[in-house]
């Protein structure tokens, strides 16, 4: 059965949302307990990225991003890039 509900298509914006933020940072961010630790200079780099059209930097573990677990609070989630509903 489970095999009939997957896809390679984000269901919704919220799906295609966790998988940017996978695909830009390699995890999900708790950005609001993140806020107090992360590096400014790591944010301003990447807003900077963003304007110019240039790389974004990679996210490193000394930039002070809180992982978060997966949410699955609307009975969705993401696995290894596939969609599960």
């Excluded at 269901?11 to 806020?35: H, T, Y």
């Excluded at 996210?59 to 290894?80: F, K, V, W, Y």
Aim: proline fraction near 5%; glycine fraction near 4%; charge should be negative.
């Amino acid at each position: 059965m489970l095999q009939y509900c997957q896809t390679d298509e984000p269901k919704c914006d919220q799906e295609l949302g966790r998988l940017a933020e996978i695909n830009l940072f390699k995890e999900q961010i708790n950005w609001f307990q993140s806020k107090e630790t992360i590096n400014i200079n790591y944010v301003e780099q990447f807003l900077t990225a963003i304007e110019n059209g240039t790389e974004l930097p990679a996210l490193t573990a000394n930039d002070g991003a809180i992982p978060r677990e997966p949410s699955i609070d609307m009975g969705i989630d993401i696995l290894h890039d596939r969609f599960i509903c």
